[in-house]
């Protein structure tokens, strides 16, 4: 820009005025009229940028850090330089008028002015929008001028005389507050793009009375609008960052209509577009049943202006009576306040009246969608694209990558955003579905990677901003960081209360108690569920409610019988056809079963939700599905499922707690084979699984702690051992009690029985804390299998009284040969061989061929002692003893070694490695006396000597 011009603009000083207060926008000064002293002051540049934002963004919410980003955009500074702006502002504004900066306890600021901003003509007399040369002379001062004035009606672009500079454009800004009132504009985020075209679409008719005259700048704003949306190069902006400071040229297009003058029967619709010292004019009039040709023309040369590069793209011919528009306005508002339940009823009843007009049925898909009615959004996208011709290929590919989205093909979906993504990086909204097909794919961590690159994303509009933090809990949540998905999910329900937006409240409140309960052990969070409910029901969404309260009853108080929302929700999505939520709410009533101990009941179920997932082609909620059946498969002892499951899952690309789970199963597989290394090769994979989601989603690795503990503890490896219980302990309830009962049985083995047996009734205190049955009795197994060791074998009996024949029930085989063989080994305790032998004949019936159960082999020597078979018991012995050497269980060989005399040797067990072995593992408490029929340690076995014997075939 040149001198002149510049010199010119600077003098075009705009004014405003609220109540008694006049801001001067080029001067940076408030006059103030409540005789308080200095009436003019001049502010500093940030104190009056501060001002320029809050009379922009009046009533809303702004938070700290909010303020800090746009005030200071660039700057590192500190939070007192904001309280010190606020407090010289209020000093600025004076006595009457400082209380209109509202302070909102630890979030932030609202301006609340008790009079209404104006605008004051420039002292030139302009009006705040100057009319640019050749526009017939005519100069438009305000709104009613610009709607009733009819201008040139040549759509050539006429060049300015005077444009104000960027650094003025909040001042412009202002203008338009002060000319247009609040706006209904779609909030982005602000990134330095040399593709976007920045634009910002005002409705100049927004305030005018009369609803007749509004309607065709309305429905110019909805069909221009949504042809600039679809274009992925450009990017909406508000009106107040338009008048922020810019690097992009954005283009303001001023929208407006009524009626011809002296001309009741004619209507006109006009745009004006000005970009820079560029400016547009476009107007069309004729008779008020052509408003839907009048509009479509407008948006043609509108888009051609605006899109050079367009100019030939083919688009559809906006079809729509006259007396429909009103229907559609009110469809489009209750679309965009998020009223989908509103929305959904009206869009219905539109289309039923004017089924050619395919923008209102691609609107309604969205609505649909919104709502999780997968089966209707998808007729109606289908229908949508087959006939929303013609249309530019960019714009199809975007409408083919939606309804990919929809469809459970979410791997094409992912590659179809990730595209789109690439191509247009500005926006936001492409790599927000990239990420959430991934996730559907269980690839968390990808996803969120994705979500993590969006840049300024502390930026983002409102709807985007939601769906990003309600994605970003979703995913941390299944990637194991709970504390990050609580905090993910109270950020997207606060910015849904700002809004206003109950819906999407529902769904981060949802989230919120999904969170909290998983880093609460799992106890009662009905409060939290119940609480998203609410907001559903606000909404008018009684299905969602029904859904919330459904999980929150299951994460409630255990109730006898069936659940009383659980089934309706099932029936009503069956009935629905939304199979996702059918599949959903299979998998949580598998859940219920399970938790409960139905263990057939709860397998039908899984049956049931494995068959519908495949008819579905859902590849993430099948991988889902084969870790809960791989649970199942473990628990049942069925290692060819595992193996099959395990190898089936590794190409699946699981990501997350899913795949987390499936490590531990690996793992514990190889324990029960006495394949330690392999478990904990298993174990290492899992980290690194949770170490790729990100830093901290490393907790998600803590149970796997757990089982890494037990291992080393065989392998002899104590004081290692002891870092990974504490690390479970912080692995919720169900970690502490783990932790509790494995370092009970470390303290037992090295000797120090005091230590051992306050760890056990620590773990005892916590196992009625356990709310899901199998585990309950998996950890009562565990903690009996300790007890007994120390000499606790009455207690670990009663532990398992009622556990045995309920596992035994549930087909748990695993569970219930450990539960014999704790039993068998508490009766030769008791001195009762006849049961001890009872229960040690089942158990071997039971157990795998594979399995390594020297706990078992343990009772059976003593057995045959007490039968006075001590030859039998030292060839099973040497025979232990040599597998426990060969497959590295240390813990094992000390034991094996106390029942030995010192002076038999057999291959590498000799008195010096006994020796070596208890000081490397200090494992000095290894005794197998309390067993029933062992002789004392000062009458060890004199097991025959040499390898003959070294084995039992």
């Known amino acids: 820009m040149n001198d002149t011009a510049q010199s010119s603009a600077v003098h075009e000083a705009q004014r405003i005025r609220i109540g008694d207060l006049e801001v001067d926008l080029r001067f940076r000064r408030i006059k103030r009229g409540d005789g308080g002293g200095d009436d003019e002051v001049e502010l500093p540049h940030r104190v009056f940028e501060l ?10 919410l702004h938070t700290r850090q909010r303020l800090l980003e746009r005030v200071w955009s660039g700057l590192v500074v500190e939070d007192a330089n904001l309280s010190q702006s606020v407090w010289m502002l209020r000093k600025a504004l004076g006595p009457a008028s400082k209380d209109w900066i509202r302070t909102v306890s630890k979030k932030g600021y609202v301006f609340e002015p008790c009079e209404p901003i ?9 009006s705040p929008i100057a009319v640019v040369a050749g526009a017939a002379g005519v100069e438009e001062a305000g709104d009613a001028a610009w709607r009733h004035v009819a201008p040139d009606r040549s759509s050539a672009p006429a060049v300015a005389a005077r444009s104000l500079p960027r650094t003025w454009a909040i001042a412009a800004g202002l203008a338009l507050v002060c000319l247009l009132g609040t706006f209904a504009g779609v909030v982005s985020w602000r990134v330095p793009s040399t593709a976007a075209t920045h634009y910002v679409l005002i409705d100049a008719t927004r305030s005018d009375p009369d609803a007749r005259a509004r309607l065709p700048a309305r429905m110019l704003d909805a069909w221009l609008g949504w042809k600039l949306a679809a274009c992925p190069e450009t990017r909406a902006v508000t009106p107040s960052e338009w008048a922020m400071p810019s690097r992009q040229p954005i283009a303001m297009v001023l929208l407006g209509s009524g009626d011809v003058a002296g001309r009741n029967d004619r209507i006109f619709v006009q745009a004006r577009i000005e970009v820079g010292d560029v400016r547009h004019r476009i107007h ?4 008020r049943d052509e408003l839907a040709r009048l509009v479509d023309e407008v948006s043609v040369e509108a888009l051609k202006a605006l899109l050079p590069s367009r100019s030939r793209d083919p688009w559809p011919t906006l079809r729509i009576e006259t007396a429909l528009v009103p229907r559609y306005l009110a469809f489009r508002d209750a679309r965009l306040a998020h009223r989908w339940i509103d929305a959904g009823v009206m869009g219905e009843q539109l289309l039923r009246a004017t089924p ?6 691609l609107e309604l898909a969205q609505a649909h969608a919104a709502r999780g009615q997968l089966p209707q959004a998808n007729a109606l996208l289908d229908a949508a694209i087959s006939r929303m011709r013609p249309l530019p290929d960019d714009v199809r590919t975007q409408l083919r990558a939606y309804r990919l989205g929809l469809s459970p093909d979410h791997a094409g979906a992912a590659q179809a955003y990730a595209a789109l993504a690439r191509a247009h990086p500005h926006r936001p909204q492409f790599a927000i579905q990239q990420a959430r097909a991934l996730a559907r794919t269980g690839r968390f961590a990808d996803g969120l990677a994705v979500l993590d690159r969006i840049p300024n994303a502390e930026r983002l509009a409102p709807d985007h901003a939601v769906s990003r933090w309600i994605s970003l809990a979703g995913m941390r949540a299944a990637a194991g960081d709970h504390a990050g998905a609580r905090a993910s999910a109270r950020a997207a329900a606060r910015a849904a209360d700002t809004q206003g937006w109950p819906y999407e409240r529902g769904h981060a409140l949802m989230a919120l108690a999904n969170a909290e309960v998983s880093m609460s052990g799992g106890r009662d969070g009905a409060a939290q569920f119940d609480a998203a409910a609410h907001a559903f029901d606000e909404a008018g969404d009684a299905f969602s409610a029904l859904h919330a309260r459904a999980i929150g009853e299951l994460h409630g108080p255990a109730v006898a019988g069936e659940p009383r929302y659980l089934e309706p929700w099932l029936a009503r999505a069956r009935a629905a056809g939304q199979r996702q939520l059918e599949l959903d709410a299979l998998r949580i009533a598998a859940y219920h079963h399970h938790r409960g101990g139905d263990m057939a009941r709860y397998r039908e179920r899984l049956r049931q939700a494995q068959a519908l997932s495949e008819a579905m082609g859902d590849r993430w909620g099948a991988a889902t599905l084969a870790v809960d059946r791989l649970e199942d498969d473990f628990a049942r002892g069925e290692p060819a499922a595992i193996d099959r499951g395990l190898a089936r899952l590794a190409g699946s690309g699981l990501q997350g707690e899913p795949m987390l789970r499936a490590r531990q199963i690996d793992a514990l597989a190889s324990l029960d084979r006495g394949e330690f290394a392999r478990a904990l090769a298993a174990l290492d994979r899992g ?12 907790r998600a690795a803590d149970p796997l702690a757990c089982t890494r503990a037990a291992a080393l503890v065989r392998m002899g490896r104590p004081a290692p051992a002891r870092a990974q219980y504490a690390r479970c302990r912080d692995a919720g309830e169900y970690g502490a009690l783990a932790a509790a009962t494995g370092l009970a049985e470390l303290e037992w083995i090295s000797g120090d029985r005091e230590a051992a047996l306050a760890q056990a009734r620590a773990a005892r205190a916590l196992l009625p804390r356990m709310r899901i049955e199998p585990d309950r009795w998996s950890s009562s197994i565990d903690l009996a299998g300790v007890l007994v060791r120390i000499g606790e074998s009455r207690t670990a009996q009663a532990l398992l009284q009622d556990v045995l024949p309920k596992v035994e029930a549930g087909g748990l085989r695993r569970d219930a040969v450990r539960a014999r063989i704790v039993l068998a080994e508490a009766a030769l305790a008791d001195g009762d061989p006849a049961r001890a032998r009872d229960h040690a004949r089942r158990a071997r019936a039971a157990m795998l061929r594979d399995a390594w159960q020297p706990r078992l082999q343990q009772v059976e020597i003593a057995l045959a002692r007490m039968a006075g078979d001590d030859v039998d018991a030292g060839r099973r012995m040497l025979a232990l003893h040599d597998q426990a050497h060969r497959r590295g269980d240390a813990m094992q060989q000390a034991l094996v ?8 040797e057999d291959g590498d067990c000799t008195a010096r490695t006994r020796v070596a072995l208890v000081a490397q593992s200090g494992f000095r408490g290894a005794s197998l ?17 040499g390898r003959a014997f070294s084995r039992v075939d």
């Open 284 to 287: 069309r009039e004729g008779a």
């Open 687 to 698: 980290e690194r699984d949770a170490r790729g989601t990100a830093a901290a989603t490393m």
């Open 51 to 60: 001002l320029v934002l809050f009379v922009a963004e009046p009533h809303v």
């Open 929 to 945: 006396d309390w067993l029933a029929g062992a002789k004392p340690a000062d009458a060890p076995v004199d097991a025959p000597r």
């Open 118 to 126: 104006q605008c004051l003509p420039s002292p030139a007399s302009q």
């Open 356 to 361: 050619g007009f395919e923008l209102a049925r």
């Open 897 to 904: 070694h106390r029942w030995l005399s010192d002076d038999v």
